[in-house]
């Protein structure tokens, strides 16, 4: 049985489109939900997975639609493999576990990615390791000034008044101000 996966990352999107087009190609069932593609727990996705058997074959619109990752790719076509069955990708025609070749491309272009992953990590490492070096501040900038700290942990220590009640005062939550030091 040939099992169809749409999915769509926000609630103004339609998988429509994407049932139509599994459903020409053959698919008996097709699994949609509505989830970010970031999220590797989906619902459906799991559901689909669970319902394949040795010969089957989950479709896809596109790869994107199945992961945002490679890991989370070769994770999902490892349950698909270990269950027997193939997987097929609409729009990437290379992306069939089916055919040998398909099988040899998804192997070749998952090492590729990973790699391009791992040399993206390095460039992002070494490029705050040279903004430290240069003294540049990382991440959000503080919300309070050092003079507002100073007043909201003196506020705080006198126990006058409740955290959410001084963090209200500077447009912070009252963890922030919970947070502040000593």
């Not at 089957?56 to 619109?61: A, G, K, N, S």
């Not at 945002?68 to 097929?88: I, M, N, P, Q």
């Not at 490492?125 to 942990?153: C, M, N, V, W, Y």
Request: avoid cysteine; charge should be positive; proline fraction near 1%.
């Amino acid at each position: 049985m040939i099992y169809g996966y749409a999915r769509v990352s926000t609630d103004g999107q339609s998988v429509a489109a994407q049932i139509g087009a599994l459903t020409a190609a053959g698919a008996g069932k097709v699994f949609q939900e509505v989830a970010s593609g970031a999220k590797t727990d989906r619902a459906q996705l799991r559901r689909a997975l669970d319902h394949l058997a040795a010969g089957d074959v989950l479709l896809v619109t596109r790869l994107d639609r199945l992961a945002r990752s490679t890991l989370d790719l070769l994770h999902t076509l490892k349950a698909v493999a270990d269950k027997g069955a193939g997987f097929r990708s609409l729009a990437d025609v290379w992306a069939d576990t089916t055919t040998a070749h398909g099988r040899l491309m998804l192997t070749i272009l998952g090492g590729l990615a990973e790699f391009e992953r791992e040399l993206i990590k390095a460039r992002t490492s070494e490029g705050r390791r040279r903004a430290k070096a240069q003294g540049k501040s990382l991440g959000r900038p503080f919300k309070l000034t050092d003079h507002q700290k100073a007043e909201a942990i003196q506020r705080r220590d006198r126990g006058e008044e409740t955290l959410a009640e001084i963090g209200r005062s500077y447009n912070v939550s009252g963890a922030t101000i919970s947070r502040l030091g000593p």
